[in-house]
């Protein structure tokens, strides 16, 4: 059994996280303030002995008591439109709490995870798709999105230096598209607005005309490959994602289909600048390194999705 001390342990990917590192025996403690995390996400794990659940903005330097065996920073506010909303709170989450996380690891002797992002890709051209871990990316430093894309690329960078200047012990992922349950139904995705919208019978909003790509992975998938990174003695970047990619227009249908909707799907005016046209990872080196490939279709990942959200948003 180790000791997991894990930021944003309440969020979408931090509660699962935190479930299959139970699961696995281990012993979490998990920190979040809520900014976008909800505590209904780890409601099931209350009286879990092993997991102990301590509000904490980790962009504050904090001390920790007792052992710790892997730091793992998973805090980060992730939708566009969170963005717009917290803009600060999304930098410090990157940029500081990168920091006093990694320092938490040093002072404990620690191995340190840090959740990366496609978004270090930002819009990437053709001749760099898929993306491979060795593209360097095409991100615009001043657009509303620069305040996520830069501060996760600070957070690689940091991660980075502390390794080779202090030896730490890094493992660094970058995440594309993740879907599933815990998902807020109102963080503005594409995934969480068109199956609510599909439940409530409102249009399905395509941004712009809906050519653009993402290329989506379900949660336990992606844990999986977290975990075999962390685990692994690969230190350098390593990109998990489903490498099956699809138009927002063609996830829209298979959405409709799913909830046998009869919205209608619409098309609005991009609502973000520097929107990625296209996004899809290059999962070779996970392959290699990790063994690791996803299995869930995208069809029973979004039944599963549907499911929990129908509950949720109660229609
Ligand atoms: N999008 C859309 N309709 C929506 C929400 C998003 O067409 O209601 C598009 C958005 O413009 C982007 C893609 O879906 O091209 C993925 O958006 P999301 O916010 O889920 O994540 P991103 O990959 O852009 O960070």
């Known amino acids: 059994m180790a000791r997991f001390l894990l930021s944003g342990a309440a969020g979408f990917l931090g509660s699962h996280m935190s479930d299959r590192l139970l699961y696995e025996g281990h012993e979490v403690f998990g920190l979040d303030n809520y900014i976008t995390g909800r505590q209904s996400n780890v409601a099931h794990l209350e009286g879990n002995s092993r997991f102990h659940l301590i509000q904490q903005d980790v962009s504050d330097p904090f001390t920790f008591p007792g052992e710790v065996d892997y730091v793992m920073h998973m805090a980060s506010p992730a939708s566009p439109p969170d963005f717009k ?61 620069s305040v996520y894309d830069e501060a996760k690329r600070y957070a690689e960078t940091v991660t980075m230096a502390y390794q080779r200047e202090y030896g730490l012990e890094t493992r660094i992922v970058r995440i594309f598209n993740t879907y599933g349950p815990r998902m807020r139904p109102d963080d503005g995705r594409v995934v969480t607005n068109l199956i609510c919208q599909a439940l409530r019978g409102e249009p399905m909003t395509l941004y712009g005309d809906g050519s653009q790509t993402r290329s989506f992975c379900f949660v336990s998938d992606l844990i999986d490959g977290i975990l075999r990174l962390v685990l692994s003695d690969e230190k ?63 069809e029973d990942g979004l039944r599963l999705t549907i499911d929990s959200l129908r509950k949720e948003i109660a229609v």
């Not at 930098?91 to 959740?115: C, N, P, Q, W, Y």
């Not at 990437?124 to 095409?138: C, I, L, R, T, V």
Request: glycine share 6%.
């Open 85 to 145: 909303r917290i803009p600060f709170e999304t930098m410090r989450a990157g940029s500081f709490a990168t920091h006093v996380m990694l320092d938490l690891a040093l002072e404990k002797k620690a191995r340190f995870f840090i959740a990366s992002t496609s978004e270090i890709y930002g819009d990437p051209p053709a001749e760099h798709h898929p993306q491979k871990e060795s593209y360097f990316g095409n991100v615009n430093p001043i657009g509303p999105r």
């Open 236 to 298: 350098e970047p390593v990109n998990i994602g489903n490498p099956i990619e699809r138009t927002v227009r063609e996830l829209a249908e298979i959405i409709k289909g799913l909830t046998g909707s009869q919205s209608p799907v619409v098309t609005v005016p991009l609502p973000f600048k520097d929107d990625p046209r296209q996004r899809r990872p290059d999962i070779s080196k996970a392959k290699r390194v990790l063994g690791w490939e996803p299995k869930v279709t995208i």
